[in-house]
């Protein structure tokens, strides 16, 4: 299994363009989610899915959109970049169910707006 | 808003040497995360726990949930132990699958 997969690991944008991030998993997690992780800040939710063709916003959703297509993907779209968003992007899932389960986090997309 | 308060921000030691980092939040919640953060980015779960003392190798991680306090311990620390360790909170609350409240982490160096 490989476990969660994000594409790409690294971009660099202008400001202004578009861009979609994909995280995929093969554990047939139903939840999934987006962080983003900033210096200083600690990883902050973004996005996140309770299932396929379901989304909710976390705690910074401005400038952000996600679809949840099929169950192993969950994009993240940014459709019009600004030097903010300039982060380190980390999508993780998780299993279903009223036990609290560990999350497993992809290895990250590393975005440079400028 | 759970707020989740990490102490100290960065620790240096040397190998051998007994390590302690300390997690506190502000909220009651469902479970406290230890994360594992190298160099270069992955990030690993280390332990998921609600109550008491879990135990895996050279690391421990305790909570207290009366005074909403969690310890990690590093015993025999090694320099392959630095990375960054990141204390996250869970408030599953509902049957719902809110995402993680993170501490902003505890950077790590071991010397030789």
């Known amino acids: 299994n490989a476990g969660v997969t994000q594409t790409p690991k690294f971009r660099v944008l202008k400001t202004g363009q578009s861009m979609t991030l994909l995280c995929a998993q093969d554990?047939?997690?139903?939840?999934m989610y987006w962080y983003r992780q900033d210096p200083g800040m600690g990883l902050r939710l973004i996005h996140y899915s309770v299932g396929e063709g379901t989304t909710a916003k976390g705690e910074v959703p401005d400038g952000y959109n996600v679809s949840r297509l099929k169950k192993q993907n969950f994009l993240l779209g940014l459709e019009s970049a600004a030097p903010s968003q300039t982060s380190v992007y980390f999508c993780a899932s998780r299993p279903t169910g009223l036990a609290v389960y560990e999350q497993y986090f992809g290895p990250g997309t590393r975005l440079t707006v400028t | 808003k759970n707020e989740v308060e990490q102490s100290p921000q960065n620790l240096t030691a040397q190998e051998g040497e007994f390590i302690t980092i300390n997690c506190s939040y502000s909220v009651g919640i469902s479970a406290l995360h230890w994360l594992q953060q190298h160099p270069g980015g992955g990030i690993v779960s280390l332990f998921m726990?609600?109550?008491g003392k879990k135990k895996h190798g050279r690391l421990i991680a305790t909570i207290n949930i009366q005074e909403k306090h969690s310890s990690l311990h590093i015993t025999a620390s090694h320099p392959r132990d630095s990375a960054v360790y990141i204390c996250a909170v869970a408030m599953y609350s509902g049957g719902g699958a809110d995402g993680l409240t993170f501490g902003k982490g505890t950077h790590l160096i071991i010397q030789p």
């Open positions: 554990m047939n997690h139903e939840y």
């Open positions: 726990l609600s109550s």
